[in-house]
């Protein structure tokens, strides 16, 4: 796959993102307008973040990063048959993972509110209420691992379209609910359940044009798999399927480094808690401002590192992985084209556009200031943690998952550290902080580590193109600031300027990715 089909993939996924993006603002806006930074709210974020991290842990991340390679290999050097049957042998371990981990979070949901947020315990209203939400979502665990099957199984195949629109379904059915049941905390988690089952059911007629049939079976005859069609599920073949156990032994460091990440998040989550410390609201703040900088994040970089990963899975099967090196460098060099400008349009706007999307119903002044602090405080790391994903799917493309696992524990450590260091002078935005910084250590470590498994790949020419987007970025933070708190324009008018100024800036300092971007969108070979 070529640069151009690689940002063709990636814009399709991004485009679909952005689309998911504004509805998932138009659903948060809803959220703090009816519940603000109270203690629904929290309920809700804390209630809806346990579902999610199981969706990192066993669904969409590690799941999709551990099939990607191996089913684009099956896809690419074995028979047809040989892939379907892989696919339903996964089917199959899947199923059964993830209705245990339903059921068990069903059942010990008191339990893991008492441990990811203490804080709650002395509020009973609050930990009842959160109690009750954890269990009414945690369905939804088993919904989005079946969707990150089905993103595995068509992203293999090239297909991006389908699972890169499922969120906006998702997000479509919590704003419904929303509305027809206004101030009640149990629509948003219905809406939740709804648009599960819906994403999930859209995906199937995607997958069944591509050859999917659930009732494909086989039988192990004298070592041999056999192939042909039964009536009904053969669990058995997706406990001793050769290729799946290949998979497991995959997931599982990505498992672990998912599991590290997700501390990370629950540690945020219980030091937010501790209202006494770092003010109230803190738990909600975090998740409105974490809302606004994962937009950019997930439309361009998680999405350029989707589109980049079975590409990258392909090269790193070449001789010489030149042609992966160079994959790995203008994927790099493309997020910081987009990821620089943003972290610093982030920086300059945060109160501006936080009180634009929340400032309304219970959603006050004072919710806006401590959000506001917390995402310009959370986008000094956009570049970082775009660039991460990058690096982290070229390690998955070379099956090596065990090295961003170490990594992000090396980083989950100074994470904590440093939270604890900023949480007592910087209050909620310390939390904020010391993420961007654990981020930015994660990315220069793994970058490290990578040059010196796979040999240079293109240090100074990054270097050169991050110097020349910074200065490009500076420019256009400039004429934003002037623009908004001198003349005081419009947000969108102050945007607009923004963007012109820094695409006039990149073309001044001859940043050689906006002509790869600028051809692309014009369609020139």
Same mark, same amino acid.
């Given at each position: 796959?070529?640069?151009?089909? %690689? =940002? ?123 109690? $009750? ?16 099957? !089905? ?27 929303? =509305? ?31 050859? /999917? ?19 009904? /599920?053969?669990? =058995? ?9 290949? %998979? ?10 998912? !599991?590290? $990440? ?36 997930? #439309? ?29 460098? /203008? ?21 501006? #556009? ?22 310009? =405080? ?15 799917? !070229?390690? $998955? ?50 970058? /490290? ?31 934003? $600031? ?44």
């Amino acid at each position: 796959m070529s640069k151009k089909h %690689i =940002l063709k993939s990636a814009g399709t996924i991004g485009f679909a993102t952005v689309i998911s993006r504004v509805l998932g603002f138009l659903r948060d806006i809803l959220i703090a307008k009816f519940f603000g930074t109270a203690k629904y709210a929290q309920a809700f974020v804390v209630a809806f973040r346990i579902p999610n991290m199981l969706r990192d842990l066993i669904g969409e991340g590690a799941m999709n990063a551990a099939f990607v390679p191996i089913l684009s290999e099956y896809s690419e050097t074995r028979k047809k048959e040989e892939f379907w049957h892989l696919a339903n042998a996964l089917l199959n371990a899947m199923l059964i993972i993830l209705a245990l981990v339903t059921l068990l979070g069903v059942a010990f949901a008191p339990v893991i509110i008492r441990l990811i947020a203490p804080g709650f315990v002395d509020d009973p209203e609050k930990f009842r209420v959160t109690v $009750y939400l954890t269990r009414l979502l945690f369905p939804y665990v088993l919904l989005v691992g079946l969707l990150a099957y !089905c993103m595995g199984i068509l992203n293999s195949l090239k297909h991006f379209s389908a699972p890169a629109f499922a969120p906006a379904i998702l997000n479509l059915s919590v704003i419904i609910c929303a =509305l027809v049941r206004q101030g009640s905390v149990r629509a948003l988690a219905t809406g939740v359940l709804i648009g599960g089952v819906i994403q999930l059911v859209v995906q199937v007629p995607f997958l069944t044009a591509r050859g /999917f049939s659930p009732f494909q079976t086989s039988r192990l005859i004298k070592g041999e798999q056999k192939f042909g069609t039964g009536h009904g /599920f053969n669990f =058995l073949s997706g406990i001793y399927h050769p290729a799946v156990k290949k %998979i497991g032994r995959l997931l599982a460091p990505r498992v672990l480094g998912s !599991c590290v $990440y997700q501390i990370n998040i629950f540690i945020n989550t219980l030091l937010a808690s501790l209202s006494s410390i770092v003010g109230e609201g803190g738990v909600a703040a975090l998740y409105y401002a974490n809302r606004i900088f994962q937009f950019p994040l997930a #439309i361009f970089g998680i999405a350029l590192a989707q589109a980049a990963l079975p590409t990258m899975s392909r090269e790193a099967l070449e001789a010489g992985l030149g042609n992966l090196k160079k994959t790995l460098s /203008f994927s790099l060099r493309a997020v910081n084209f987009i990821m620089l400008p943003a972290s610093v349009g982030l920086i300059v706007l945060s109160e501006p #556009i936080t009180s634009m999307l929340f400032e309304r119903g219970m959603f006050d002044r004072y919710s806006t200031f401590i959000t506001a602090r917390a995402l310009s =405080l959370y986008s000094i790391g956009l570049f970082s943690y775009a660039g991460i994903k990058i690096l982290v799917s !070229c390690f $998955y493309s070379l099956k090596d998952t065990l090295a961003p696992v170490k990594v992000a524990s090396a980083s989950l450590i100074l994470n904590i550290i440093l939270s604890i260091i900023f949480m007592f002078p910087l209050k909620i935005s310390g939390l904020a902080l010391a993420t961007s910084l654990s981020g930015t250590f994660n990315f220069f470590l793994l970058f /490290f580590i990578l040059r010196k498994k796979i040999g240079a790949i293109d240090g100074a020419k990054i270097l050169r193109s991050f110097l020349k987007v910074f200065m490009a970025s500076i420019v256009m933070a400039a004429v934003i $600031y002037v623009s908004i708190f001198k003349i005081k324009l419009n947000l969108f008018i102050v945007i607009s300027l923004g963007m012109l100024s820094y695409g006039l800036a990149a073309v001044i300092f001859d940043v050689k990715e906006a002509k790869e971007f600028l051809k692309w969108a014009l369609r020139i070979n």
